[in-house]
T-cell receptor, first 116, second 113 residues
Framework: DADVTQTPRNRITKTGKRIMLECSQTKGHDRMYWYRQDPGLGLRLIYYSFDVKDINKGEISDGYSVSRQAQAKFSLSLESAIPNQTALYFC???????????????FGPGTRLTVL | GEDVEQSLFLSVREGDSSVINCTYTDSSSTYLYWYKQEPGAGLQLLTYIFSNMDMKQDQRLTVLLNKKDKHLSLRIADTQTGDSAIYFCAEGERGGSQGNLIFGKGTKLSVKP
C-alpha cells in the first residue's frame, strides 16, 4: 500500500464550486505539505503543517485553505474554484526526527484538478 | 530570494550518458535532492547529497556538487528509455524555519531508442 495517498485522483468542477482535496499518510510523519504543479512553473508550495496545531502559508496560499484533522490527514480546500486553479496538486510528508538524516519529502501520486 | 534553476529539456540516445544540471542560490542549503517524476505519477526521491560532500554515486546515478559555484549535476550512465521523465532539483535546509524544499522547474529528459 502507498505511504501517501490522495483523493480524488482526478476532478473536474465548475467555477465557484467548493472543492476539497484529501491527503492521508501512513508514514507517521509530523510534517505535511500541499504543492501545485503547473507546466513550466515546477512545484509551488501552497500550505504546510509542522504538526496538528501548526499550519503555515506557503508561496501561493491565496484562494486556498487547509485543515490538519489529524497527524495522518491534511486536506486542501478551494472555497470558490476559479479556472486558473486548474493544476496538478501534490501532497507530501516529511519527518525531522532525531534519527532522520534528512528532511526528505515523500510525495503522493497527485490530484489532477480542472476548473471549467 | 532563494532560487533553483534548471534547463527545461534534455534529449539523449539510449545507452548514452545524461547530465542534468542545476544551480541554486541559497548558500545555507544543507541538502540537495534529485526527484524523478514519471508521466502521470508523483515525485519520487532519486538521491540526495549533503552539502559537505562533493560526489555521491548510487548505481547508474552520480551526483556532483560544486558548492563554491552552487552547481549540482545528476549524471545517469547508460540511459534507458525508462529513464524518460522530468527530473527536479531541490534544495533544503534541515531544521529551517520553513521546513520546505525549494524546487527547480524540472528538466524533461527524453531518451530516444
Amino acid at each position: 500500500d502507498a505511504d501517501v495517498t490522495q483523493t480524488p485522483r482526478n476532478r473536474i468542477t465548475k467555477t465557484g464550486k467548493r472543492i476539497m482535496l484529501e491527503c492521508s499518510q501512513t508514514k507517521g510523519h509530523d510534517r505535511m505539505y500541499w504543492y501545485r504543479q503547473d507546466p513550466g512553473l515546477g512545484l509551488r508550495l501552497i500550505y504546510y503543517s509542522f504538526d496538528v496545531k501548526d499550519i503555515n502559508k506557503g508561496e501561493i496560499s491565496d484562494g486556498y485553505s487547509v485543515s490538519r484533522q489529524a497527524q495522518a490527514k491534511f486536506s486542501l480546500s478551494l472555497e470558490s474554484a476559479i479556472p486558473n486553479q486548474t493544476a496538478l496538486y501534490f501532497c507530501a510528508t516529511s519527518d525531522l526526527g532525531l534519527g532522520s538524516p534528512t528532511d526528505t519529502q515523500y510525495f503522493g501520486p497527485g490530484t489532477r484538478l480542472t476548473v471549467l | 530570494g532563494e532560487d533553483v534553476e534548471q534547463s527545461l529539456f534534455l534529449s539523449v540516445r539510449e545507452g548514452d550518458s545524461s547530465v542534468i544540471n542545476c544551480t541554486y542560490t541559497d548558500s545555507s542549503s544543507t541538502y540537495l535532492y534529485w526527484y524523478k517524476q514519471e508521466p502521470g505519477a508523483g515525485l519520487q526521491l532519486l538521491t540526495y547529497i549533503f552539502s559537505n560532500m562533493d560526489m555521491k554515486q548510487d548505481q547508474r546515478l552520480t551526483v556532483l556538487l560544486n558548492k563554491k559555484d552552487k552547481h549540482l549535476s545528476l549524471r545517469i550512465a547508460d540511459t534507458q528509455t525508462g529513464d524518460s521523465a522530468i527530473y527536479f532539483c531541490a534544495e533544503g535546509e534541515r531544521g529551517g524555519s520553513q521546513g520546505n524544499l525549494i524546487f527547480g522547474k524540472g528538466t524533461k529528459l527524453s531518451v530516444k531508442p
